[in-house]
Nanobody, 132 residues
C-alpha cells in the first residue's frame, strides 16, 4: 500500500487542524492505520491508530481528548487535532501494516505498545507547526 499524508501547516496554540492520509494500492482487512510524529531532535512517537474497519481506535496519552482518528468509506484516514499546543509541533507521518487481531487487543489493553518498527508502509510526512 502507498500512503500520502497531507494537511499540515502553521497554526496558533489552541487552533485545530485536520490531517489526511490517502491510501492506494492493495489493502487488507487486518490493516491498522497509525499516525506517528517526530519533532526535531526526538524519536518518532506514536500518536493514534485505527483499524481498517474503523471500529477500533487507540491513542497515546498525550493526545487523548484532543485528537481524533477516523476513516471514511474510501481509503482515507484522518487525524483531527484540536486544542493544539506548541509541543505538538512535529512532522506527522501516517503508516499502515497488518496487525493480528489478538495483538490489537493487547495494544488497546495497554499490554503491548505500538512502535514505528511495526509498520512497513509510510507516507512522506506533513509538517505541523504550532506557534505560542
Amino acid at each position: 500500500v502507498q500512503l500520502q499524508a497531507s494537511g499540515g501547516g502553521l497554526v496558533q496554540a489552541g487552533d485545530s487542524l485536520r490531517l489526511s492520509c490517502a491510501a492506494s494500492g492493495r489493502t487488507f482487512s487486518r490493516y491498522v492505520i497509525a499516525w506517528f510524529r517526530q519533532a526535531p531532535g526526538k524519536e518518532r512517537e506514536f500518536v493514534a491508530a485505527i483499524t481498517w474497519s474503523g471500529g477500533s481506535t487507540y491513542y497515546s496519552d498525550f493526545v487523548k481528548g484532543r485528537f481524533a482518528i477516523s476513516r471514511d468509506n474510501t481509503k482515507n484516514t484522518y487525524l483531527q487535532m484540536n486544542s493544539l499546543k506548541p509541543e505538538d509541533t512535529a512532522v506527522y507521518y501516517c503508516a499502515a501494516d497488518q496487525v493480528d487481531p489478538l495483538m490489537w487487543e493487547l495494544i488497546i489493553e495497554a499490554i503491548a505498545t505500538i512502535k514505528p518498527a511495526d509498520f512497513g508502509s509510510w507516507g512522506q510526512g506533513t509538517l505541523v507547526t504550532v506557534s505560542s
